[in-house]
């Protein structure tokens, strides 16, 4: 039986070099792919809360098949990122205000934990990435771009995450990953709200905290983290409060 070479196994070239082996990429190493992509997506805004994601669609644009799109989206409805709907789809959930304060309540528990556990392992270099992460947030707002939700909530998540980081607790992060991924829409309309609105800058509460990382106060610390976690989800509950139902679509 003829050997094909470099695909399973190992195998020699007619010069007698071995050549290096190849397996071929499995189904479930693509799955993880799209489940990764769909994942940073949702931690960063990418899609409005109410967006219908179907399964063809998202597998065209993703140029795969509908297996590993199909596969990935059951993982990110298990984790409350996404809700299934009747007729085979799957959607971003919709805001309700109930789920906002259930949310808010938990990322400012769960977070307020990270910010602690982070303070003492906190370097210059660490507090420069969180200040240039501000910078440009900053500059992006000023800009006013058609994407500024998308570009900002990815600048936002570049900030928190660092900081999260440092505090060396991959089991606290995995679970503000998951508060992020079912928070992501909100936090890319509370951005537009803002762009829209005007007012106190957006990365004030961020220049407080970083300004009490620096000093080592803890308790501003945290009170600098509550006040940006709550601002937020207040400028989405403003918006929920004016609708004559308790469930809004924005975008």
Not at 103 to 110: D, E, K
Not at 122 to 129: F, G, M, P
Request: with cysteine; charged share 25%; hydrophobic share 40%.
């Amino acid at each position: 039986m003829t050997k094909v070479r470099g695909i399973v196994g190992s195998d020699r070239s007619d010069d007698g070099r071995e050549e290096a082996a190849l397996s071929p990429v499995g189904r479930e190493t693509l799955q993880d792919r799209v489940y990764a992509q769909l994942r940073h997506s949702l931690i960063n805004g990418m899609f409005d809360a109410g967006d219908v994601l179907r399964i063809v669609d998202l597998a065209e644009r993703l140029q795969t098949s509908t297996m590993p799109v199909r596969e990935a989206l059951g993982r990110l409805v298990s984790e409350k990122a996404l809700e299934s709907l009747p007729n085979r789809s799957v959607r971003v959930p919709l805001i309700t205000r109930s789920r906002l304060d259930d949310l808010a309540r938990a990322r400012i528990l769960i977070e307020g934990r990270m910010v602690s556990l982070a303070l003492p392992h906190l370097t210059r270099d660490d507090l420069s990435v969180l200040k240039q992460a501000n910078l440009d947030c900053d500059a992006a707002f000023e800009e006013h771009g058609r994407d500024i939700g998308h570009v900002t909530s990815a600048l936002n998540q570049r900030f928190h995450f660092h900081l999260y980081s440092v505090a060396r607790s991959p089991v606290l992060l995995s679970i503000v990953e998951s508060l992020w991924l079912q928070s992501g829409a909100i936090i890319r309309q509370a951005a537009q709200i803002h762009d829209a609105q005007g007012g106190l800058a957006a990365t004030d509460h961020h220049w407080a905290l970083i300004a009490a990382l620096e000093a080592g106060d803890e308790a501003a610390a945290l009170q600098s983290l509550t006040n940006d976690i709550s601002r937020s989800f207040n400028l989405i509950r403003g918006r929920l409060d004016t609708q004559e139902t308790a469930e809004v679509r924005y975008g």
